[in-house]
């Protein structure tokens, strides 16, 4: 057993994950090399993570008494971590090589007044790229239409095109505006400096800590070098979540916009649903099935997106913003 202080402090927010969890936690010790301490953050999702603390001697599990999301949670980990350094690593995340370690030394070659955070390359379970590096001019100006227009397909090469060129700009490390959650490294003075804003229940946390480190000139970077295996979108196969998803880029418009640029965004979303509602029977009916399950997944006249026009754009303003679908399904 090695007794030195860790340079690193790997946290991971679990949420009835706790098989993802372990074979996660298997691949970090199989393969990182540099000195570490595992924290896992328990959203009281009543998994039996007592077998993790014996299995492992550099982890320990923090027990919150209630789902408190994924900033906040984050935020009592970095609080309570011990290294210099802090991986934010999802459950359903796998190393296939010495990934962190690769990381951390390209991450410690950056100035310290000028770095933000960090993440590499993601795959699917299939190989298949999967993106994880946010330019300023991908974040939503008009995200509902957006969305829709890709989950129709009306036009098949101009998606293909924009994913082939993210796809070719992933390949090469560079620096960027945001990163991806999932792997996500960062000092830890850094975090204690400039939280996640915990209005973020889940979802968007991530691109909106990233902007606030932007507008003090500290640059995101993307490294191409290091792969990870990420499943990713698990839980976005239920209706719930992806309500989650909606409302908490509608949240990350009114940071980006302010009210007046989020009223017009709404104001959008209301037309542009009641212009699909009105030419639904015009379109083949695969394509009426995907529209159909875009309005209800955006549910754009419920009442959950009324509450975003109450917050400040300040950390922490009021208490998560949770979709009231979302916790009806954790209350079961």
Do not use: W
């Not at 790997?10 to 298997?26: A, C, G, H, P, R």
């Not at 370690?101 to 298949?128: M, W």
């Not at 302010?258 to 083949?284: N, Q, T």
């Amino acid at each position: 057993m090695n007794h030195k202080a860790p340079e690193l402090s790997i946290i991971y927010v679990n949420y009835k994950s706790i098989d993802d969890l372990k074979v996660s936690i298997n691949s970090v010790q199989k393969f990182t090399s540099v000195i570490y301490e595992i924290i896992v953050l328990d959203n009281a999702s009543e998994d039996n993570l007592k077998s993790l603390e014996t299995t492992y001697t550099s982890l320990k599990v923090v027990y919150l008494s209630e789902n408190l999301g994924f900033g906040k949670a984050c935020n009592i980990g970095v609080s309570k971590a011990k290294g210099e350094f802090i991986l934010l690593l999802n459950p359903d995340t796998i190393l296939i090589d010495d990934a962190i370690s690769d990381c951390l030394r390209v991450y410690k070659t950056f100035d310290k007044e000028s770095i933000g955070a960090l993440t590499c390359r993601h795959q699917y379970p299939n190989g298949e790229f999967q993106h994880s590096s946010c330019q300023r001019d991908m974040l939503p100006q008009l995200p509902f239409l957006k969305t829709l227009l890709k989950r129709i397909k009306i036009s098949p090469r101009e998606y293909f095109v924009a994913s082939e060129g993210l796809m070719i700009q992933h390949q090469k490390s560079h620096f960027t505006y945001a990163v991806h959650g999932s792997f996500f490294m960062a000092y830890k003075k850094l975090l204690i400096e400039y939280p996640f804003d915990e209005d973020f229940f889940l979802y968007a946390e991530e691109i909106d800590l990233c902007r606030r480190l932007s507008s003090q000139n500290r640059r995101s970077y993307y490294y191409a070098d290091a792969i990870i295996i990420h499943s990713s979108d698990r839980a976005k196969t239920v209706v719930q979540v992806r309500n989650q998803t909606y409302l908490s880029n509608s949240l990350l418009v009114l940071k980006f916009y302010g009210k007046v640029g989020f009223a017009f965004y709404y104001f959008l979303r209301l037309i542009g649903s009641l212009i699909m509602i009105m030419i639904l029977p015009l379109f083949p009916s695969k394509a009426k099935m995907n529209i159909k399950s875009h309005l209800g997944d955006v549910k754009p006249f419920s009442q959950d997106y009324l509450k975003i026009f109450s917050y400040s754009r300040k950390i922490n303003s009021h208490k998560p913003l949770i979709s009231s679908a979302l916790s009806k399904l954790q209350d079961h």
